[in-house]
């Protein structure tokens, strides 16, 4: 591959840099390579949720969302493989009366959309998931359109029908250096190798910013721990129930394997490459889920681990291309919400590459925001 040109590089082999991929050689670009430091999927496309919902605080959101979710529903049409997208709804329980101006917001906000969530009371709540306990929440947004899938299966159907439409992937191959030269950049280095290119799409995730420094570009994306505990199966949960949310806490579950995949913002936790799980903060998410949820009681957890969230200051991601660099793309800082937003990042990401102009405005998530003080907010991040 040496010093052979290609046209587009992709830094990261992740779902989002493998969507780019995909959606860039299905819009007919010739030469399409992903390079990749470790193993495809080894970011934190490997070590989340696979939560995917319409409920965000922010329209743009929403709108990402919303060209998302319909291609998860029809994932195997277009990609031959099962996701295990299990629609069963997000249940957000608030819990707490500052929560509730924004959520009534958020109501308004997804009526006007047409998104189909709706306040719901306590009663419904029971019918909905009749183990919960109750008695301390207010109201609970639902959405039946929300779901969780596979990550896994989600990266790999975007890499190999990536690959049988001539994009390349490489694993083992860091990105060392990103050449620059007269205002555009003209190819990246993987140590010695250099790889001419015409354009750079920095989709390194949790290590996006350390990639745009290589271009001079400064990214404020910052990794932040988030940890997941897996339990053992749970004879007496043996039906279909909603990911649930309790949005004071940060605490939330779903249905996996048989037992519960539980996560909750460790308030510890200082931003930075520290992937252990840290054990001490069990016992805490344990109290917490047993709280929420009693029949917790008999159920050991079998393993966790540890991933990054690729945050930004205002929890959105950053889209686009750079003033005053030609030829450098970011597709990165999802804060959270990578993989369900990957199909519609990799639609417009290629859609600005090939075309100059993206099918949904994208110009709210540019980089320049942060500099323009014109931030958009998101509130709804677990
Ligand atoms: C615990 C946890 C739970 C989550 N839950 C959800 C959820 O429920 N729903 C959801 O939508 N999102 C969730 N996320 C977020 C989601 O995982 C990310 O937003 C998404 O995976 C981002 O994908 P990516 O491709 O941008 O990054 P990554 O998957 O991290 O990929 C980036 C890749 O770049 C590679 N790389 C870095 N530097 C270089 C270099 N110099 N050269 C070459 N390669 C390089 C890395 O090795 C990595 O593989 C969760 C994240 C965590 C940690």
Redesign the pocket.
Known sequence: MSDRSVDVVI???????ASVAYHLATRGVRSVLV????VL?????S??????RYQFSSEINVHLSQRSIPRFERFADEFGIDIQFHQVGYLILITEGRLVPAFERSLGLWRRLGVPARRVDRSEIRSIFPELATDDVLFATFCPKDG?AD?TSILHGFVSRAREHGAHFREH????GIDVDGGRVRGVRVGDERIPCDVVVD?????AR??GEMAGVDLPITPLR???FLTDEIPALDHPFPLTVEMASTLYFHRESGGLLL?MVDPNDAPGYLESVNWDFLPTIVERALARLPVLERAGVRTGW?????DTPDKHPIFGAVDGLDGFVVA?G?S???????PAAGELIAELITDERTSMDIAPLRLARFAEGAPVRELNVI
């Open positions: 830094v990261g082999g992740g779902v989002i840099g390079l990749e430091r470790d999927g080894a970011g934190s496309t070590k989340n949720a696979g939560g995917i969780h990550p191959a860091a990105v060392t989709a390194a995730g949790p290590w350390a990639v988030r940890q997941i996560g540890a991933g990054f969230y690729e990165a999802f959270g919400h990578g993989l369900m937003h990957a």
